[in-house]
């Protein structure tokens, strides 16, 4: 059984650049949430993706937008990059959409400068 | 919406001490508490939780207790050990359009001194 994986680890963007960052599911997990963490916060959640469906989002503004493929990967999308985007982005996984366990990837540290 | 509060930030505490963390909630709904550990620069991995209807629960030297009327839970470590220093936080969450999404607590660092 794997676990969560995410890609890249680091990133260093410059303001109103656009990122995609990428999740890769643990095996047999169909739901996926992503999170932001700012320096010395806790996780806050941006939106959940269920077999292909966005299901629910946080305070996040629209130019915050994710995917989730059919093999259950999933990226995030940031538009027009600001400076308070400087995070880790972690994403979660789920066996599914019921389930009350969330597992951690490693994370993408984004720098925007 | 829901909002999680956790205290302290900072704890320090001798080895073979116990430490406890302590977190409120606000939506009365929520039915699941879980505790992640987060080592510098590593994931948040979860190392306990709780359901609304359950009280207590307890996995070797890690304990965690919650209380719905008073809308309080807390994590217990027994027998504090160096590497149980870390960032701990708590998080709550309630089932919303089938899924459980999860509000977390601002973290508390604990440092367990030799």
């Known amino acids: 059984e794997t676990g969560v994986t995410q890609s890249p680890t680091h990133l260093i963007k410059t303001r109103g650049q656009q990122v995609t960052l990428r999740c890769s599911s643990q095996s047999g997990h169909n739901t996926v949430s992503w999170y932001q963490q700012a320096l010395g916060q806790g996780p806050q959640f941006i939106f959940q993706y269920y077999r292909e469906e966005e299901n629910g989002r946080g305070n996040f503004p629209p130019r915050f937008s994710g995917l989730q493929f059919p093999n259950y990967s999933s990226e995030l999308n940031v538009n027009a990059l600001e400076l308070d985007d400087s995070a880790l982005y972690l994403c979660?996984?789920?066996?599914?959409?019921?389930?009350?366990?969330?597992?951690f990837g490693p994370g993408t540290r984004l720098t925007v400068t | 919406g829901e909002n999680v509060e956790q205290h302290p930030s900072t704890l320090s505490v001798q080895e073979g001490d116990s430490a406890v963390i302590k977190c409120t909630y606000s939506?009365?709904?929520?039915?699941?508490f879980p505790w992640y550990k987060q080592e510098l620069g590593k994931r948040p991995q979860l190392i306990i939780d709780?359901?609304?209807?359950?009280g207590e629960k307890k996995d070797q030297r890690i304990a965690v207790t919650l209380n719905k009327t008073a809308k309080h839970f807390s994590l217990h470590i027994t027998e504090t050990q160096p590497e149980d220093s870390a960032v701990y936080f708590c998080?709550?969450?309630?089932?919303?359009?089938?899924?459980?999404?999860?509000?977390f607590g601002q973290g508390t660092r604990l440092t367990i001194n030799p």
């Open positions: 709780i359901r609304s209807n359950v």
């Open positions: 979660a996984s789920s066996l599914t959409i019921s389930s009350y366990e969330q597992y």
């Open positions: 939506d009365s709904a929520s039915n699941y």
């Open positions: 998080a709550a969450s309630r089932r919303i359009q089938g899924a459980q999404k999860l509000v």
